[in-house]
C-alpha cells in the first residue's frame, strides 16, 4: 500500500499544505503514540508469548522492529487521511536519531572510541573512496544526470541521506532528485535492518567485525543504529563509532563536490569556491556532542560509586532508547517510494550494484580491520 503513495516531497511549495502550529502538535502527538506503543510492544508481547511455541520469536523482536512496523502503518493512515504532509515538520529523523546517539555515547568509554578510531578511519577512507567510484562509474556507464549521479554515490558511500543532502548542496541538485536519492536510501536500508545481523549471526562474526559490516553498509545513522540494536549492544557500540567516522567525512566529500562542479562539469566564472567555511558547515556536529558525551560518562563513571553509575548510565539509556524509538517510528512514516516508478530502473540499477559492492568490500575490510579487536 505505501508503494502506491505519491511522492509530495517534490511538489512545489505553493502546492504544499500550509504548516501550522496545531499541524505540528497533531504530527508530534501521533510520532509520540506510536513511539509508546512500540515500547508497550516490546514489554507486553514476549510477556503474552512466555510458556508458547513463540516464546523465543517474541523475545527476539525488539523495540526497532516494532517502531518501523507502527511507523509504516502510521504512513498508511496519514497518507489516506490526507495528513502526511501537514504533520512533517513533527516528523524529524535526524534529530530523534542525532540525539539518540549523543545520548548513546554516555554509555560508551572513551577508551573504546580512542581503541576503535584507527581502524574505523581506516575502514571509512577505504569504503567511502571505492564504493563512491564504483557508484560513479555505474552512473556515467548508465548515462545517470551528472548531479543524480554525484547524489547516489555519495549516499550509498557515506551515510544515506545526510549525505544526499550535503551533496545535493554542493552540486546544486533539484528537489526531486533529492527526494529520488532519498526514497532509494530508505528503501534498500529498511531490508538492511534485519538481512544483516542475520547474516552476520549465520556468519558467526564477532561482534567487533559484525558492528564494522554494519557500520559501514547500512547506508542511514538510523537504520546502523537499529541493526546494531537488533544484533546486540557491544555490536551496536561499534557500529556507531564506525557509522560516526563516515559522517565526519560528509563534508570533505561535500567540498570536493563542490570543486569539481564548480570547476569542471559547470565551469562557471562566479561558482563559489570552496573553502575551509563550507568544510565546517557540512561537518556533523552532533560526532562533536557524541564524543562529548563519551568523555563526561568515562569521568562520571570513574568518579562516583559502581551502583550510582549504573544507575545513572541507566536512566540515560532509557531515554536513549526512547529517542530512537521516535526515529525509527519517523523512518516509517517518511518512507515514500512513488519517485521510483518517474526516475525508471537505471538509478536503483546503479543504488543497487554500489549497495552490493558496499556489502562485499565492508565485509572484508571489517574482517581484516576488526578481527580480535575486543569491545
Known amino acids: 500500500m505505501v508503494a502506491t503513495t505519491p511522492d ?23 510520532v509520540l503514540l506510536l513511539g509508546s506503543a512500540a515500547r508497550w510492544l516490546e514489554d507486553v508481547i514476549p510477556a503474552a508469548a512466555k510458556g508458547t511455541s ?35 515538520d513533527a516528523v524529524r529523523t535526524e534529530f ?45 556507464l548508465l548515462g545517470l544526470d551528472e548531479k543524480l549521479r554525484a547524489l547516489l554515490s555519495a549516499a550509498v558511500s557515506i551515510c544515506g541521506v545526510s549525505a544526499a543532502i550535503a551533496a545535493a548542496g554542493a552540486v546544486r541538485a533539484r528537489r526531486e532528485q533529492l527526494a529520488y536519492a532519498a526514497s532509494l536510501v530508505i528503501i534498500f536500508a529498511l531490508p538492511s535492518i534485519f538481512l544483516l545481523p542475520w547474516l552476520a549471526d549465520l556468519l558467526g562474526l564477532s561482534p567487533a567485525v559484525a558492528g564494522a559490516w554494519i557500520g559501514g553498509n547500512i547506508d542511514t545513522t538510523a537504520a546502523v543504529t537499529a541493526a546494531g540494536a537488533l544484533a546486540g549492544e557491544q555490536t551496536l557500540q561499534i557500529a556507531t563509532i564506525v557509522k560516526a567516522t563516515q559522517n565526519a567525512l560528509i563534508g570533505i566529500v561535500a567540498v570536493a563536490l563542490t570543486a569539481y562542479f564548480a570547476f569542471k562539469v559547470e565551469k562557471t566564472e562566479d561558482a563559489e569556491r570552496p573553502g575551509l567555511r563550507q568544510l565546517w558547515d557540512r561537518f556533523p556536529k552532533f560526532v562533536l556532542g557524541f564524543i562529548a558525551a563519551s568523555a563526561i560518562g568515562t569521568w562520571f563513571v570513574g568518579t562516583v560509586s559502581a551502583a550510582e553509575a549504573k544507575a545513572t548510565i541507566g536512566v540515560v539509556n532509557d531515554l536513549r532508547t526512547w529517542f530512537l524509538i521516535l526515529a525509527f517510528v519517523s523512518i516509517g512514516l517518511q518512507l515514500r517510494v512513488s519517485a521510483l516508478r518517474e526516475a525508471g530502473w537505471r538509478p536503483v540499477a546503479v543504488f543497487g550494484g554500489a549497495a552490493v559492492a558496499n556489502l562485499a568490500i565492508g565485509l572484508g575490510l571489517a574482517a581484516l580491520l576488526f578481527t580480535g579487536f575486543t569491545v
Open 8 to 30: 509530495v516531497t517534490s511538489a512545489p511549495p505553493a502546492e504544499r499544505p500550509a504548516r501550522t502550529w496545531p499541524w505540528l502538535l497533531l504530527g508530534v502527538f501521533i
Open 96 to 140: 530523534f536519531i542525532k540525539t539518540g546517539l549523543v545520548l548513546l555515547g554516555a554509555s560508551i568509554n572513551l577508551s573504546l572510541i580512542v581503541k576503535a578510531a584507527g581502524p574505523a578511519i581506516l575502514q571509512a577512507l577505504l569504503l567511502i573512496s571505492s564504493v563512491f567510484l564504483i557508484a560513479w562509474w555505474l552512473g556515467g
Open 54 to 88: 513463540l516464546e523465543k520469536v517474541a523475545a527476539a523482536v525488539e523495540y526497532p522492529i516494532y517502531a518501523i512496523a507502527l511507523g509504516l502503518i502510521g504512513n498508511v493512515i496519514v497518507y489516506y487521511t490526507g495528513l502526511r504532509e501537514r504533520i512533517a
